[in-house]
């Protein structure tokens, strides 16, 4: 694995979990070599119509590793592999056919005492029907399956544990080591499957990479428990699903999620493409100490990057995400809570954000504490944000050296950057916002609405510039008393620097400048719009 990342921390833990999948690899390496029996010199033959389970199954617990030459291998029961089993195939040319009786072709079940270990299945394809699944993990230590394909809307791989979440205790209960690379999971493009492509649930020290999954309800996601806050989702919980690194993929067409999770910890989505989600393109629900950096996501219809319910300690960075339809977001925050405590320490970093043909935004309606958004460069896209909730002062953006560029020509009012909240004390500095639209009424380059009393709350707008707004280079007002802003050395077109009379107890103004030089002063107003 190749990981370029400037976080010494992620770069750490990837560089660890590279040196643990090379072992890994060369652990599976070492059985795939093994002397293979053939199953066709034990009378075992794919011809599309005799059900070979019995002598599979027979054949896979004396001899373990198999090899099934091209063929259609059908089965009525589903094959359970021991520790080390080893099935290697011819490819698309073998495939293994389920009837309509296994909801699973092939499984590792192992105890809550004892894992199955250390099993491989390569190179083969399952056909089944939409909702079967290729390969059940269960309690098991060690799993790869590689080179393979599906059709017929069959996923491909799903790991399960033989305990509920409330139950679970340790990583001792988890599956641990699974291994997922190199496959093709296609469903029928008239309608997403109701299955998923790949599913890590209540597992550790994953890995899915340089997989195509097409046309699922979900692509390829990871559970650790519900994070929904009614559920298992409160931040002091833990989340079983753990050290999962997901790379190089490609997933399209989803039903619902392209790649995403619920309550998974260490987890680093990187370098995939994604496209044209149902639901969401990538989504860190729920997670603890995740990154998704370098993506490319398109069309996630309730948000491209996402991050649902309480997540804590999450960074998007250097990801490319394109919209083409207004009404799904570049970026969605949703906290059912509507309490910014519950979601801690979220950043969206250097990223690329596109609204192609139209105009994107970046959506958070309900709050989260400590959001983070610098240094990405937005074309065509709204920073949207409404701080509500209760009882957490120190819930307010920081939005800092990001550049917003606008193409469109809109008629309609519009605000580039809006934070429209309850508590904290927001700062927004250093970023460039240009509207270059022949209409320029109804623009506005920055606004800060503060809606709720706080204690000593500060309002810090510094170093901004704003270009094409006439409406309002900069609009600040407060509905309550004892809020200060400073809004300093900004650079405005219009001179339109606006200031609401009501809860601003102080404002501090000075070295604002119009594009020739000259000094800006703020205006008051008795009116809030």
């Not at 990342?5 to 590279?18: G, M, N, Y």
């Not at 009378?43 to 599979?56: E, K, N, R």
């Not at 692509?219 to 753990?242: C, E, F, K, Q, T």
């Not at 504490?369 to 307010?396: C, D, E, K, P």
């Amino acid at each position: 694995m190749h990981y370029i990342t400037k976080c010494p921390a992620v770069k750490l833990f990837c560089d660890s979990f590279s040196m643990l999948f090379l072992l890994s690899a060369f652990t599976f390496c070492m059985t795939a070599n093994a002397a293979r029996i053939d199953v066709s010199t034990l009378g075992i033959y794919g011809d599309g119509v005799t059900d070979v389970s019995v002598a599979l199954q027979s054949a896979l617990s004396t001899y373990k590793t198999l090899y099934m030459p091209a063929g259609t291998y059908v089965i009525s029961n589903t094959i359970s592999f021991p520790s080390g089993g080893d099935i290697l195939g011819a490819g698309s040319n073998t495939i293994i056919k389920p009837t309509s009786t296994p909801l699973y072709a092939f499984k590792v079940v192992g105890t809550d005492t004892t894992y199955i270990s250390n099993t491989v299945v390569d190179s083969l394809t399952f056909a089944g029907t939409p909702g079967q699944i290729g390969f059940l993990a269960k309690k098991a230590y060690g799993v790869t399956v590689r080179r393979c394909s599906t059709s017929q809307g069959i996923g491909l791989f799903k790991s399960v544990v033989t305990k509920v979440y409330t139950n679970i205790t340790s990583e001792a209960d988890l599956n641990r080591y699974l291994t997922v690379i190199s496959n093709t999971v296609n469903a029928s493009s008239s309608s997403p499957s109701v299955a998923v492509g790949i599913d890590f649930e209540f597992s550790a020290d994953c890995e899915a990479s340089a997989n195509t999954v097409n046309y699922y309800y979900h692509g390829i996601m990871w559970w650790g428990g519900d994070s929904n806050l009614s559920v298992n989702g409160a931040l002091a919980n833990p989340r079983w699903a753990r050290r999962i690194h997901i790379g190089t993929n490609s997933v399209s067409n989803a039903g619902q999620g392209g790649i995403w999770g619920s309550m998974g910890q260490n987890v680093t989505i990187e370098r995939n493409e994604i496209n044209y989600c149902g639901d969401v393109g990538l989504d860190l629900e729920g997670c603890f100490n995740s990154v998704a950096q370098y993506n490319y996501v398109t069309n996630g219809v309730n948000g491209s990057l996402a991050t649902f319910y309480s997540a804590s300690n999450v960074l998007f960075a250097f990801n490319t995400v394109v919209t083409t339809d207004a009404t799904r977001p570049i970026y969605r925050l949703y906290n059912s809570s509507l309490d910014p405590s519950k979601v801690m320490n979220l950043t969206l970093s250097n990223n690329i954000l596109i609204g192609s043909g139209c105009i994107g935004d970046i959506d958070d309606s309900s709050g989260a504490g400590y959001l983070t958004i610098v240094g990405n460069t937005m074309t065509n896209v709204f920073i949207n944000l409404t701080r509500g909730g209760s009882g957490f002062n120190g819930a307010a953006p920081i939005i800092t050296k990001n550049t917003l560029t606008y193409t469109i020509d809109l008629a309609q009012s519009m605000t580039a950057i809006d934070s429209y909240y309850y508590f904290g004390n927001p700062t927004i500095g250093a970023n460039t916002v240009i509207y270059n639209g022949a209409t320029t009424s109804n623009k506005i380059g920055i606004r800060v609405r503060k809606l709720a009393p706080a204690t000593s709350t500060v309002i810090t707008i510094t170093n901004n510039t704003v270009k094409g707004c006439s409406d309002a280079d900069i609009y600040v007002y407060a509905t309550t008393n004892g809020v200060t802003a400073n809004i300093k050395t900004n650079t405005v077109q219009f001179g339109q620097i606006l200031v609401g009379q009501t809860g601003l107890q102080t404002v501090n103004a000075a070295g604002n400048k119009n594009l020739s030089g000259a000094t800006v002063n703020v205006t008051w107003l008795s009116g809030l719009s």
